[in-house]
């Protein structure tokens, strides 16, 4: 079962911030915290990740509450190309061999 | 261009039959994976390959094999095709070490 709690669905105006919740109450101290997206039918795509500390990429920025019980995924100026199932999910970073279990995520519609 | 590619992108075969789906990535990562997205968009990990070495089996039916010749290759052999094998199959790649995978964009198995 996915150890991460999203809402089913949010709307978002185009050019606006899109805030994305994700709520991961039993994360260990040693699993991250992960962002994808998946658009349309295509393969999922990696967005940002972190463990404690804010982070930021050309494509959107994490932050992590400081009991690391929930996070939220800021798309800064929302496009139409953003309309996307975002997937926030936790696991243990330092190896590869961890497997990702993806939840239901948030269906994020960017509205004209 | 450095990606995970997949072959065939679409796969359409009577039940019964015996197919392969192939997946490559050239980002020198040393793990890869197979995931199955259902009808209802749940995205399931099958396998992980950690250099040629099977690491998940995620109790998958023995009719699917996977095969890692290897750390850039990671195929998925199908035997006797059953109705409810029709999905879309993603082949993804990660390096060891905390950092997002990189899905490829998917087969779409359908069986009639």
């Known amino acids: 079962d996915a150890k991460t709690t999203q809402p089913p669905s949010m709307d978002c105006a185009e050019g606006r911030a899109a805030n994305l919740p994700c709520n991961h109450s039993t994360i260990s101290g040693n699993e991250y915290v992960y962002w994808y997206r998946q658009i349309h039918s295509q393969g999922p795509q990696y967005i940002i990740h972190g463990l404690k500390n804010n982070e930021t990429n050309e494509m959107a920025s994490l932050i992590i509450t400081e009991d690391r019980k929930s996070s939220t995924l800021i798309l800064p100026h929302a496009t139409l190309r953003d309309t996307a199932v975002y997937y926030c999910i936790v696991r243990p970073g330092t190896s590869g061999t961890y497997k990702y279990i993806f939840g239901t995520g948030t269906r994020l519609k960017v509205l004209a | 261009d450095t990606a995970v590619s997949q072959t065939p992108k679409y796969l359409v075969t009577q039940m019964g039959n015996d197919k392969s789906i192939k997946c490559e990535q050239n980002l020198g990562h040393d793990t890869m994976y197979w995931y199955k997205q259902d009808s209802k968009k749940f995205l399931k990990i099958m396998f992980s390959?950690?250099?040629?070495?099977?690491?998940i089996n995620e109790t998958v039916p023995n009719r699917f094999s996977p095969k890692s010749p290897d750390k850039a290759h990671l195929n998925l052999h199908i035997n006797s095709l059953e109705l409810g094998d029709s999905a879309v199959y993603f082949c993804a790649s990660s390096p060891d070490r905390a950092g997002g995978y990189t899905f490829g964009s998917g087969t779409r198995l359908t069986v009639v």
């Open positions: 390959y950690n250099n040629k070495e099977l690491i």
